[in-house]
């Protein structure tokens, strides 16, 4: 049976970071060529619009799960192999944590970094021990993650949540972290 990704990212794009892009693009490659199943949040629009249409131009599978709520602000995007319109955000992340093998985060605004913070409580609390890869592209999440340094030393994480998300700064060396089997 064909692997499944979710991808949390933005419905937005970086203006004055075009790497992020480009490792974006980069990444529906790597999916194709390890004919890996993208789940996303079924827009059309931003970095997670990119990524969709990129892994569907090379024949890729698309699941796009998206709330009613957000089919018109963020513009549903038709072209997936499978749609999912659930009834809200909460449904949302639970469906696409059914549909997936293991997560990528990449940079995206509060929405992702929401899906970020749940997936890695849940890896916390071990309701999942599915993989969580976060894409630090371009230093992308360096303060956020000196914050969660923070909230350690001040004893609000009982343990370095962190030290079982596999961090990457690029999809090159994200590749080499990844187990195909």
Known sequence: MKKAVAVFCGSSKPENNSLIEKEVNKLAELLNEK?????????KIGLMGSLAKNVIKNNGDVIGVIPKVLKKKEIIFEGVSEMHVVSSMHQRKKMMYDLADFFIVLPGGIGTLEELAEIVTWKGLKITDKKI???????????????FDVMKKNNFLHKDIFSEVIISQNISELK?????N
């Open 35 to 43: 004919k890996i199943k993208l789940v996303y949040g079924g827009a």
């Open 133 to 147: 890869f976060l894409l630090n592209i371009n230093g992308f999440y360096d303060n956020l993650l000196k914050q």
């Open 176 to 180: 080499t972290k990844l187990d195909f």
